[in-house]
């Protein structure tokens, strides 16, 4: 389903980082693990059609992501591709509903109300519908950007560092919660981490320490 | 949810720097569209009032008393001329047709002006029901008269002496209603009209108060012996205010008022040049306020400038999240537009609607604009460029800001956290 072929990046023309070939199968998960600076984070945003790589190619279901034109490529996102950051970046001035209906809006699908309160629901943030992002709690922002990440039913679904600010417990839960939350919308998720606690949740993992 | 209800949401989300955004643009536009309301009718009317009028011919002193007391009717006269002086002039080649004025009464501060048919031919007056006045002491009104003093045909009324309605009645004399004027959106609407001699005869039963076998009885009508055109008969103590003049040539305006100021007792002055003096004696005034105002939009345009600026320092997160969401660069962009236009036009509105009603309240505070014809409720020209303005401080306020926003760069910015 995401093919790697080639591929070269990094931070600065000293420090490259290159994968010849990688596969991802259909619902195979994937955990990139290393330490602050290894390079994770670019590679995430490298498969989420952020960040153009130095050389080669990614490959989602067959669509070369890297020559699709720079509005293309935004709608593509919009449409294929859900985000979760280490912080909840929501938008502040909007109710809850309101930053979900963003994500419908920007990338070109029909605004369904109905598809948005099935998605809170599933999180049990159904109540929290007309909520201004600021009164909800941390735990509660987080899994509105998952609802926001899932809207749009991604084929892939990038989670970095989700569980860097979170103690033991609720890790574990986020993690868990990704996992069950991909597997329901049949999309793939990769995890960029160098939490210890998380490591060993996926059976695929990439560790670019080694490299 | 769309572009333009994200940036009103945004802007609703800081109601008090929005607010003061708001204000300022408010303000200056405010101010502008004062100075354009007030300066298009003033110059609107005055050119209206002066037309057909070459020169205006009374008693020596301020030529531009001369010409506000006896075109517009706002200031008082500069005194009285001699009637035989007056017919000498109008035999005088040059001069095409000569209307006298006798002003000096009023009644409830509406001027009584004695004068004859030409003058309400010189502004297209109409009547709108009844006559013309033709006998002495009839009088045809204004429909502003009529309107405010709820006058009618067959009403009479004394005048007061002096211009303002403090003064003395002449209570021994009545005027009589016969006509009522069509608006005609010049002095006409504000005066009241009757024959010269109707003047002196009020003024004659003052000088002989007391003279109790004087014809006080006669009530027979007298016919004006000028009512449709020219000057009246009178004797060599008769007096009038002043004479508008239309010239036969352009070479009666290079010789006429040289040769009145100099041979005679009398003054001319020409509405065109007093008022052209007036103007630019108060144009130093308004460009001074315009500047100002102009001033107040453009610190409108960079406390916008500076509050959005500001802002995408801490909605860096938020414009790379909308990228990341699917949003283009180019919807980023307008996004932030939007958001400096919606401010400013939301002031321009309020500027405009501040304007008007400014004008409005200040017309109703002052009786003497009405007699100019000022109001607040009517639009005039240039008032769309000022709108079309504070779109443009919007853009301007917000472009730099938007580039910025067009230039997020996902990427860096989601790595930095």
């Keep these: 389903m995401i093919t790697i072929e080639n591929l070269n990046f990094g931070y600065s023309e000293k420090r490259l980082l290159s994968i010849s070939h990688m596969e991802i199968k259909e619902k195979q998960h994937l955990m990139i693990l290393g330490k602050s600076g290894s390079g994770k984070t670019t590679l995430l945003h490298i498969l989420g059609g952020l960040l153009k790589p130095v050389q ?9 992501l890297y020559s699709l034109s720079g509005t293309e490529m935004d709608k593509y996102r919009g449409q294929n591709i859900g985000l979760v950051f280490q912080k909840a970046h929501l938008i502040s001035a909007l109710t809850v509903k309101d930053n979900l209906l963003l994500a419908q809006y920007f990338s070109g699908i029909p605004q369904d109300k109905g598809r948005i309160k099935e998605v809170l629901n599933t999180l049990n943030l159904g109540e929290k519908l007309n909520s201004k992002v600021r009164q909800l709690s941390q735990g509660e922002q987080q899994r509105v950007t998952i609802a926001r990440a899932l809207l749009n039913n991604p084929r892939l679904l990038l989670a970095d560092e989700p569980t860097a600010s979170l103690d033991d417990d609720n890790a574990d839960s986020v993690i868990q919660l990704l996992k069950e939350q991909a597997e329901n919308h049949n999309a793939s998720l990769i995890i960029a981490t160098h939490d210890q606690r998380v490591k060993d949740a996926f059976d695929l993992q990439l560790n670019l320490n080694e490299q | 949810m769309n572009l333009f209800l ?5 802007i609703k989300d800081k109601p008090l720097n ?25 110059e609107e009317n005055l050119s209206k009032n002066k037309r057909g009028i070459d020169l205006v011919v009374g008693a020596k002193g301020s030529p531009l008393q001369l010409i506000l007391a006896n075109v517009y009717h706002i200031d008082f006269p500069t005194g009285n001329i001699k009637l035989d002086e007056a017919k000498a002039l109008t035999r005088n080649r040059q001069v095409k047709s000569a209307i006298p004025l006798a002003l000096g009464d009023n009644y409830q501060g509406f001027r009584i ?27 045809t009104i204004g429909t502003n008269v009529a309107m405010q003093l709820g006058l009618k045909i067959g009403d009479e009324f004394f005048g007061a002496h002096g211009l303002s309605d403090t003064d003395l009645d002449h209570d ?30 009020v003024h004659e039963h003052t000088d002989e108060e007391g003279d109790e076998d004087h014809d006080n009885h006669d009530h027979e009508p007298v016919l004006g012996s000028a009512y449709e055109t020219g000057l009246p008969e009178g004797g060599s103590d008769a007096e009038i205010t002043s ?21 005679t007792n009398m003054q001319a002055a020409s509405p065109a040049f007093e008022t052209q003096r007036l103007f630019s004696l108060m144009g130093i005034g308004v460009n001074m306020i315009k500047s100002f105002a102009y001033i ?29 969401l699917g949003a283009s660069k180019t919807k980023l962009f307008i996004h932030v537009i939007f958001e400096g236009i919606i401010i400013t036009t939301i002031g321009g509105v309020l500027g405009f609607l501040l304007g008007h009603g400014l004008v409005e309240f200040l017309t109703g505070l002052y009786e003497k604009s009405e007699a100019i014809g000022i109001s607040g409720m009517v639009l005039v020209k240039g008032e769309f460029y000022v709108l079309l303005i504070s779109v443009g401080v919007g853009v301007l306020a917000s472009i730099l800001p ?9 990427s860096k910015v989601l790595a930095q956290e």
């Design chain 2, 6 to 10: 994200l940036s009103w949401k945004y």
């Design chain 2, 296 to 324: 107040i939009i453009v610190i409108a345009g960079l406390s916008i400038f500076i509050s959005l600026y500001n802002a995408l320092k801490d909605r860096k997160y938020d414009l790379a999240i909308m990228r990341s």
């Design chain 1, 56 to 64: 080669g190619k990614v490959l989602i279901d067959g669509t070369d």
């Design chain 2, 172 to 201: 021994e004399a009545s005027y009589k209603v016969v006509g009522i004027l069509e608006p005609s959106n010049s002095a006409l609407d504000n005066l009241i009209l009757t024959n010269i001699e109707s003047i002196w005869q």
């Design chain 2, 243 to 263: 004479m508008l003049i239309q010239f036969r040539s352009a070479m009666g305006a290079v010789v006429m008022p040289r040769m009145i100021n100099s041979d």
């Design chain 2, 18 to 42: 929005t607010f003061l955004n708001v204000l300022l643009m408010g303000l200056g536009i405010a101010i502008i569209l004062v100075l354009l309301i007030l300066n298009s009718q003033l």
């Design chain 2, 113 to 139: 002006v004695g004068t004859n048919h030409d003058y309400v031919k010189l502004y297209e007056g109409s009547l709108a029901s009844g006559d013309l006045w033709k006998y002495n002491l009839e009088c």
């Design chain 2, 402 to 410: 938007a580039f910025n926003a067009y230039r997020t760069q996902i």
